[in-house]
T-cell receptor, first 114, second 115 residues
Framework: AQSVTQLDSQVPVFEEAPVELRCNYS??????LFWYVQYPNQGLQLLLK??????LVKGINGFEAEFNKSQTSFHLRKPSVHISDTAEYFC????????????FGQGTELSVKP | GAVVSQHPSWVICKSGTSVKIECRSL??????MFWYRQFPKQSLMLMAT?????????EQGVEKDKFLINHASLTLSTLTVTSAHPEDSSFYIC???????????FGPGTRLTVT
């Protein structure tokens, strides 16, 4: 079985400050890893994904994430946040052998203050 | 490209009635569609996976007779909530897979309120 843990339910930060949203996962099989963003009353938008290769992955809107296999982590970072980054962020994994089924973390609410 | 639509975006229905939610992939063929449920301030929980032309596979604890899923074509899947009750009120989100297991696109969601 797989599980995803997002270590912070809420992250308040001031505009232009750096931010890190933490994600750890557990799986007995290899997985692909994802970060999604959800704005209020909307579906999910893919920020970035890790499939293979370089462990540092760059995504949209200036976000990046680093896959650490030994620590089973996939933390999301942005060097300077904007008010418009205020949203809910979900970390997710899909096992290689389950046809694309996504397992989500609990979500982290990023609140950017002026 | 890779746009997924859902209809309706909002629906209010009375307890005991049925509601159908449509999920369409507009510019690609979706070999697999997924239906998720999201309660306020919570994560997405997979309800079922459907492949075109075959029966949906439901996650443990999801009532298949209550949440009817049909995937009649490569661009359309429907979720029907039968005999809806207030506890079925939730945000329902579909996603459509392209065939690559690491690639799926999400619809904008449907807010269901049962009164």
């Amino acid at each position: 079985a797989q599980s995803v843990t997002q270590l912070d339910s809420q992250v308040p930060v001031f505009e232009e400050a750096p931010v890190e949203l933490r994600c750890n996962y557990s799986s007995s099989v290899s997985v692909y890893l994802f970060w999604y963003v959800q704005y209020p009353n909307q579906g999910l938008q893919l920020l970035l994904k890790y499939l293979s290769g370089s462990t540092l992955v760059k995504g949209i809107n200036g976000f990046e994430a680093e896959f650490n296999k030994s620590q089973t982590s996939f933390h999301l970072r942005k060097p300077s946040v904007h008010i418009s980054d205020t949203a809910e962020y979900f970390c997710a994994v899909t096992p290689y052998n389950q046809g694309g089924k996504l397992i989500f973390g609990q979500g982290t609410e990023l609140s950017v203050k002026p | 490209g890779a746009v997924v639509s859902q209809h309706p975006s909002w629906v209010i229905c009375k307890s005991g009635t049925s509601v159908k939610i449509e999920c369409r992939s507009l510019d690609f063929q979706a070999t697999t569609m997924f239906w998720y449920r999201q309660f306020p301030k919570q994560s997405l929980m997979l309800m079922a996976t459907s492949n075109e032309g075959s029966k949906a596979t439901y996650e443990q604890g999801v009532e298949k007779d209550k949440f009817l899923i049909n995937h009649a074509s490569l661009t359309l899947s429907t979720l029907t909530v039968t005999s809806a009750h207030p506890e079925d009120s939730s945000f329902y989100i579909c996603s459509a897979g392209t065939g690559r297991i690491y690639e799926q696109y999400f619809g904008p969601g449907t807010r269901l309120t049962v009164t």
